[in-house]
């Protein structure tokens, strides 16, 4: 059961890889975990590569990512990207058009389907896509 506090980190860690010639090899890789606080993000990263890790290992960063969503209708393509989406609503107040943006993270193989993906999920004419970019996000690790 999701619980509402929670929030997506990005999640940076070191390790030591195989590459396909057997040698070992640090890399740098970026992740994003659901979870409530930042002591609990690294626990989760840490759990969830632990079949992976095979020597080093280091949480290099963790911050708070803004994205509101996972958009994640085609599991499998290995790519994320991150899609900025303005809305316009009316202040019932001042009667003025007030324009609003969020960010969701969208799993998808190319560009121009992250953004059909996008607009499918929305399905609002009320909202633009400000702006759409390719991230280094491996994986996310949602809760279930």
Do not use: H, W
């Not at 890399?27 to 969830?48: D, L, P």
């Not at 632990?50 to 790519?79: L, M, R, S």
């Not at 121009?112 to 491996?138: H, P, R």
Request: charged share 30%; aromatic share 10%.
């Amino acid at each position: 059961m999701k619980n509402t506090v929670n929030k997506y980190f990005e999640v940076k860690v070191k390790m030591q890889k195989t590459q396909e010639d057997g040698t070992q090899k640090k890399v740098s890789e970026q992740y994003v975990v659901e979870a409530a606080t930042f002591g609990e993000a690294e626990r989760r990263i840490t759990e969830c590569l632990k079949p992976y890790i095979e020597g080093e290992f280091d949480v290099t960063d963790i911050k708070i990512a803004g994205y509101v969503q996972i958009i994640n209708t085609n599991q499998d393509a290995d790519k994320f990207f991150k899609a900025k989406v303005s809305f316009v609503t009316l202040d019932e107040t001042t009667g003025k058009e007030k324009k609003t943006s969020e960010l969701y993270l969208v799993q998808s193989d190319t560009l121009e389907s992250a953004e059909s993906d996008v607009k499918s999920f929305l399905n609002d004419g009320n909202t633009a896509i400000s702006s759409i970019s390719e991230t280094v996000i491996l994986d996310v690790f949602q809760l279930d």
